[in-house]
């Protein structure tokens, strides 16, 4: 074989390679994403069946209900038109999980109607600011008091 065929090979060789790590890395990672949807995107038949995706919504008040037993815990998803989903869940619920806030739940629609969560996210406002660091911002930037005498 002469020099430039085998320079040729290991060129196409080195392409084949570099195109099935590609590939295998693709699919790889497809398996990983999970896209957000809505109730009302959910219950459009919008997110194909047996799809892991991304609930997101604000919990209802009144709606959580704890197993005494175990770590299920059931609670309804709705949006802003009032699309409703229920949760089912057999994981901890994160801290900051409450009534009327925000959370993200990963996850699969059954055919029951139930979505079945194999992760909950609580979400918080982008204003959240710890006790601590309040305090003594609030005590910093307080008003000077009025010198008597004087107006302000």
């Known amino acids: 074989m002469k020099p430039r065929t085998k320079r040729l090979f290991f060129v196409l060789l080195a392409l084949c390679c570099v195109g099935a790590a590609s590939a295998l890395i693709t699919k790889a990672m497809k398996g990983n994403l999970a896209y957000l949807h809505t109730p009302e995107q959910v219950l459009a038949g919008e997110v194909p069946e047996g799809q892991v995706f991304r609930l997101g919504g604000l919990v209802k008040e009144g709606s959580l209900e704890r ?21 089912v869940t057999n994981k901890i619920l994160p801290d900051l999980f409450a009534e009327g806030k925000s959370q993200v739940s990963r996850g699969k629609m059954a055919k029951d109607g139930l979505f079945y969560a194999e992760e909950v996210l609580a979400k918080h406002d982008a204003e959240y600011m710890p006790k601590e660091l309040s305090d003594t911002l609030n005590k910093e930037h307080a008003p000077a008091p009025a010198k008597k005498g004087t107006y302000q």
């Open 67 to 87: 197993s005494k037993t175990d770590l299920e815990a059931r609670f309804i998803v709705r949006d802003n038109r009032n699309n409703e989903i229920t949760v």
